[in-house]
């Protein structure tokens, strides 16, 4: 009877263990090693945790398995980091114009992708799938 108890869990920590990727905080110096080509990989930068678009992409994330960064401006050193109160973006990020808030970007050696606008599309299914195909094209 245990062994009929304990085998569910064991199969599901084990799942849960080897699915890589989901939604990822980062602090600035992640995205200074994205933008200056240390490092490859998606980020988006938001300066409201509560944004409409933020299930569809958690929901695109959790089906492609990718690993995605997002830039809090006002947690600037990531989630374990202080919130300030005075988002800290262009200056301190070094963006060089070149990023957005509200824009998917794929960073492939310090050079922008074309970005998915996530506040360009109608919530839902629509949102959702046109994340995830951005995801698989630059995966």
């Known amino acids: 009877m245990k062994k009929m108890i304990v085998a569910p869990f064991l199969v599901m920590a084990l799942s849960a263990c080897s699915s890589s990727g989901g939604l990822q905080q980062v602090g600035k110096d992640e995205v200074g090693s994205l933008i200056d080509g240390s490092e490859s990989g998606f980020l988006f930068i938001i300066s409201d945790k509560e944004e409409e678009y933020m299930p569809y992409v958690e929901d695109a994330v959790e089906k492609s398995k990718a690993e995605v960064n ?14 300030v ?27 922008v992708s074309d970005p998915i606008r996530l506040t360009s599309y109608d919530e839902g299914a629509e949102l959702s799938a046109r994340i995830q195909d951005f995801i698989e094209i630059h995966e």
């Open 70 to 83: 997002y830039y809090y401006t006002y947690q600037p050193d990531g989630e374990d980091g202080e919130t």
């Open 85 to 111: 109160e005075k988002q800290v973006f262009e200056d301190d990020v070094d963006v060089n114009n070149d990023l957005d808030k509200n824009h998917l970007y794929y960073l492939e050696n310090g050079k």
